[in-house]
């Protein structure tokens, strides 16, 4: 009943779908070892800006070489943003519950999750763009993750810093440059936290 090739019962195209499903879900595995094994060397902000950055890239090429019906190089762009993106999904929760102050941490995280979640019960209406213009969903999504990304230069970087536990903490956390890679990034103990 089964062949290398899928099972008979089903046509070519669903054969495909498992398969792309299949690789999508493995594309995950490494993201998240990988993640954890540059996690306490690679500061948050430039860990979040380039997964986020680089994964809207991919997308943009799956839209390019989605639009020229290149099936191969649109699923193997889609496998590297997969990747990309499960890298920053996982380094979020962990960069927003560092960010929030202790007495606001668990309101903050779980408003955060919601939001997500908003967003992603909104993605099968995205996919259907794809109906009308076979590039549109990956160019939705590229432009979301890169907003996001950029959004996330004005954040603090908290690698090395103690968390902080009350509002006041929170208001005092402060960097100096916009950029990830530099500025006057103080440690906690040099701002007397």
């Known amino acids: 009943m089964c062949s290398p090739s899928g099972p008979r019962f089903l046509p070519e195209s669903a054969r495909w779908l498992i398969v792309n499903f299949l690789l999508i879900g493995l594309a995950e595995v490494p993201a998240h070892i990988g993640l954890l094994l540059i996690l306490d060397r690679t500061r948050r902000k430039l860990l979040l800006l380039g997964t986020q950055l680089l994964g809207a890239g991919a997308c943009l090429g799956a839209a ?62 995205v996919i259907l763009l794809g109906d009308t213009w076979k590039p549109s969903p990956f160019i939705v999504f590229a432009v979301l993750t890169t907003t996001a990304g950029l959004l996330a230069i004005w954040l603090p970087e908290t690698l090395g810093r103690r968390l902080p536990e009350t509002l006041e903490d929170a208001e005092k956390v402060e960097d100096s440059c916009c950029c990830c890679w530099g500025g006057t990034a103080h440690s906690a103990n040099s701002r007397g936290l």
């Not at 762009?77 to 668990?106: D, H, K, N, W």
């Open 64 to 125: 390019a070489f989605a639009w020229l019906e290149m099936a191969w190089l649109t699923v193997g762009l889609c496998l590297v943003g997969q990747f990309l993106i499960s890298a920053a999904f996982t380094g979020v929760y962990l960069y927003s519950a560092e960010v929030m102050p202790t007495p606001l941490r668990t309101t903050g995280i779980g408003f955060c999750n919601t939001l997500g979640r908003l967003g992603s019960s909104l993605c099968p209406w």
